[in-house]
């Protein structure tokens, strides 16, 4: 990936990153986070890794996304953009991401491999869904066959919950 | 960077929206009211032009010579992106689409990436928020409805869309849309296996559950494009104009041409995974029976025709399907909102993971 378009999609991240928690209105907040994502999705393609970008996309941009949208809009937004802002909250919240941010920073510098350059991307390309679908199916086959169950049994629950409330 | 790849791709994205897509979307316009008044009995728009050809090009200039009216009430920088959110995702799935074969030697396929239909089905769900932000930005209720019908609408067929594939992955084991193509060329369409060893009947078996995704597959299409029968959120009868009731002149019409653009490249999409994209084997006898292949590979001009064929084949066959939308538009009456999403939910959804299980059965102990 050109350092041109490497700059101008990690710049679209961070400012519509930025702009979720800065937005007063929340289908703001919301499509700002469609267009972090993209951007995301973007920069995982540079590093030739087609299908997590494109995983990016579909579950979190097309689906999650629309979702939140869906519930966003049945609430009265008016009353979120008229409310003041907490001063003690907004400090304390900058205060307790600063010091994650910080020992996060702490922690990358303590280990090993984060002084090294990293390879540069093979001159072929790999073909990635091949690669992780054997990986996830020989390899992790079992892990992934019991997160199915997981997944299904939590189906299950919210629409036994969700069921019992309507009657 | 290789220049000549940037310039073809740049030539191949230019000529593919504005040679083909953008004339498809207004002559299907004019198709669709000509269609319509063929079934109903009328005569349709006929006075612009010879048989009314040029009827595009007046609709074009009404909508820009439009006073273009932004209403008080709306949102009114999420009023002005909706229409574009509505138009882009549409033209962007054809990138990965394979349209012809070759032209001068350089493949008729803008991207050709080894995720394929993933790219189509994620951008493809990016199409809603055009329609979710035009129903919220009008601040109206009718709008606002049609906005909430149709993220419900298309996230419930998304599901079916995806798993309908799946039996041709199976079969294939390529996302890759000009691999996909590449296998229907050696062993006939996904629907119809005509082609190589014909007579076999384990072949014709494994065309069964392909024909079932295909069914589930076009249907599902119908609902993402919102087409009649399941165009809820435009719903006139109890919407007003549902999504777009706000809407007027020049962005009004790129709803309009979001929505015959995302038919284009489903329609595309359709006759690529199970009608054989490019390709048009034609029947003939030169000491005995075969199939005769035209391709871009020969010399000079027998190539560049041969090259031209193969797109023309391609979006002729975009075209019949075109027909098709538009025939079941006007001869099935529209669905009532939980009825389509109990079909949806309901019948598609397992319809098409029976049908996986089955191709996978019939892969792994009938293997053709």
């Known amino acids: 990936m050109p350092a041109l378009l490497f700059w101008t999609f990690a710049a679209m991240t961070l400012v519509f990153g930025a702009a979720v928690v800065l937005n007063r209105n929340p289908i703001a907040s919301a499509l700002s986070l469609v267009l972090s994502f ?43 953009e008229r409310r003041r802002i907490n001063r003690v909250a907004v400090v304390g919240g900058s205060a307790v991401s600063l010091a994650l941010f910080v020992q996060i920073c702490l922690v990358v510098a303590e280990l090993r491999g984060s002084h090294d350059q990293f390879p540069a991307l093979p001159a072929t390309r790999t073909d990635d869904v091949r690669d992780i679908g054997l990986l996830l199916f020989n390899n992790f086959n079992l892990p992934f066959q019991i997160i199915g169950v997981l997944v299904l049994v939590a189906t299950i629950g919210v629409i036994v919950l969700s069921k019992r409330e309507l009657r | 960077m290789n220049y000549f790849i940037i310039l073809t791709s740049l ?10 897509i953008l004339p498809m979307v207004s002559y299907s316009v004019y198709a669709e009211r000509r269609v319509s008044a063929l079934i109903q009995d009328r005569l349709g728009p006929n006075r612009v032009g010879p048989a009314g050809l040029f009827q595009p090009v007046a609709d074009a200039v009404k909508f820009l010579l439009k006073e273009d009216f932004t209403p008080a009430h709306v949102n009114t920088f999420y009023y002005w992106l909706a229409p574009c959110l509505a138009m882009v995702p549409a033209i962007a799935t054809i ?90 060329i050696e062993h006939g369409w996904m629907i119809a296996p005509f082609i190589g060893d014909w007579l076999n009947v384990q072949k014709w078996l494994l065309a069964i559950p392909m024909f079932v995704s295909f069914c589930v597959f076009t249907v599902a299409i119908f609902a993402e494009t919102n087409r009649l029968p399941f165009d809820l959120p435009e719903a006139e009868t109890e919407l007003v104009g549902g999504y777009h009731t706000e809407y007027g002149s020049m962005k009004f019409a790129l709803f309009f041409l979001g929505e015959y653009a995302a038919m284009i490249t489903g329609s595309a999409l359709i006759v690529t995974l199970f009608l054989g994209g490019w390709h048009l084997p034609i029947p003939s006898w030169n000491g005995g029976f075969h199939w005769t292949y035209i391709t871009g590979d020969a010399e ?28 079941v538009r006007w001869t099935l009456p529209r669905f009532r909102y939980d009825q389509l999403m109990r079909l949806g939910w309901v019948f598609f959804f397992e319809i098409a993971l029976v049908n996986i299980f089955l191709a996978a059965l019939m892969i792994a102990y009938f293997p053709a």
């Open chain 2, 95 to 184: 990138a990965v689409v394979p349209f012809g074969s070759t032209l001068l030697g350089v493949p008729m396929v803008i991207a050709d990436i080894n995720v394929g239909v993933l790219y189509v089905f994620a951008i493809a769900s990016l199409g809603v928020y055009g329609i979710v932000i035009a129903g919220w930005s009008s601040n109206s209720k009718y709008p606002f409805l049609g906005g909430v019908r149709s993220s419900s609408q298309m996230i419930s067929y998304e599901l079916s869309l995806g798993l309908a594939v799946i039996p041709i992955f199976l079969l294939v084991g390529q996302l890759r849309l000009t691999e996909i193509v590449r296998y229907q």
């Open chain 1, 38 to 80: 993209l951007g995301l999705a973007a920069l995982f393609m540079g590093l030739d890794a087609f299908f997590i970008g494109i995983i990016q996309v579909l579950v979190y941009a097309g689906a999650v996304m629309v979702l939140f949208l869906f519930i966003i809009m049945l609430f009265d937004l008016r009353a979120e």
């Open chain 2, 300 to 327: 000079g001009w027998r190539g560049i025709a041969g090259g031209l064929f193969n797109i023309a084949t391609f979006f002729g066959k975009v075209a019949m399907l075109l027909l098709v939308f538009i025939w």
């Open chain 2, 11 to 20: 030539m191949k994205i230019l000529g593919v929206i504005f040679l083909i």
